[in-house]
């Protein structure tokens, strides 16, 4: 299994910008898939989450408002919209699955990782 995630890039305080994660190797929509964040010196820490065949929904507290995960079926794909982007939301951001489609915060019950697209917020 191999994840790819894309749409990282500079953006403006206030400003919205979109995440994409696709796989090869399995069918995406039918395990959990977390985002997780890593700052300049800071652990992987969770940002949201959904549940296999996209029943549900999980979100740290310092993102709950302003992002949103969700699947595109067609493409097969997960989502994160970032909305009302802060200066601390900057980060490499990385995606996730596991092999079951319950979801789970603690980013050693994921196996399967990208390869982090980087977020930049500027004030």
């Known amino acids: 299994v191999q994840l790819q995630a894309s749409g990282g890039g500079l953006v403006q305080a206030g400003g919205s910008l979109g995440l994409s994660c696709a796989a090869s190797?399995?069918?995406?929509?039918?395990?959990?898939v977390g985002w997780f964040r890593q700052g300049p010196g800071k652990e992987r820490v969770f940002v949201a989450g959904?549940?296999?065949?996209?029943?549900?929904?999980y979100y740290a507290d310092s993102v709950r408002g302003r992002f949103t995960i969700s699947r595109d079926g067609p493409k097969d794909t997960v989502i994160l919209q970032m909305n009302s982007v802060k200066p601390e939301d900057t980060a490499v951001y990385y995606c996730?699955?596991?092999?079951?489609?319950?979801?789970?915060?603690?980013?050693?019950?994921?196996?399967?990782w990208g390869q982090g697209t980087q977020v930049t917020v500027s004030s």
């Open positions: 996730a699955t596991k092999n079951t489609a319950i979801s789970s915060r603690d980013r050693n019950d994921y196996p399967y």
């Open positions: 190797g399995r069918t995406l929509s039918r395990y959990a």
């Open positions: 959904i549940t296999g065949f996209g029943r549900a929904t």
